[in-house]
Nanobody, 120 residues
Framework: QVQLVESGGGLVQPGGSLRLSCAAS????????IGWFRQAPGKEREFVAA???????TYADSVKGRFTISRDNAKNTGYLQMNSLKPEDTAVYYC??????WGNGKYDYWGQGTQVTVSS
């Protein structure tokens, strides 16, 4: 069982940056794949990025070069650094964890989400 809690969301101007955190409970955090997803109002949830226990990463085309996913297994925490933010990045961002799902798939565990709003 893994419990996930996101933090770090907020209001930022276009071109700005935010870093989201995903704090996980459980002693086997390092064995889980961590994914970030987002859902904008009126739209379906979409995949953003994922990181494997080894550190391998994958990103959605819409965020490549602007977002960076990382993890600190010693702190049981995953991160999503978001730079050059655009209004279309506005959404509720969720972190997710799974032992085997890679990339845009079905994850077993989900956080409650954190709101990111990009607006001037």
């Amino acid at each position: 069982q893994v419990q996930l809690v996101e933090s770090g969301g907020g209001l930022v101007q276009p071109g700005g940056s935010l870093r989201l955190s995903c704090a996980a409970s459980g002693r086997t955090f390092s064995r889980y794949i961590i994914g970030w997803f987002r859902q904008a109002p009126g739209k379906e949830r979409e995949f953003v990025a994922a990181i494997m226990w080894s550190g391998s990463t994958t990103y959605a085309d819409s965020v490549k070069g602007r977002f960076t996913i990382s993890r600190d297994n010693a702190k049981n925490t995953g991160y999503l650094q978001m730079n050059s933010l655009k209004p279309e990045d506005t959404a509720v961002y969720y972190c997710a964890a799974d032992r085997t799902t890679w990339g845009n798939g079905k994850y077993d565990y989900w956080g409650q989400g954190t709101q990111v709003t990009v607006s001037s």
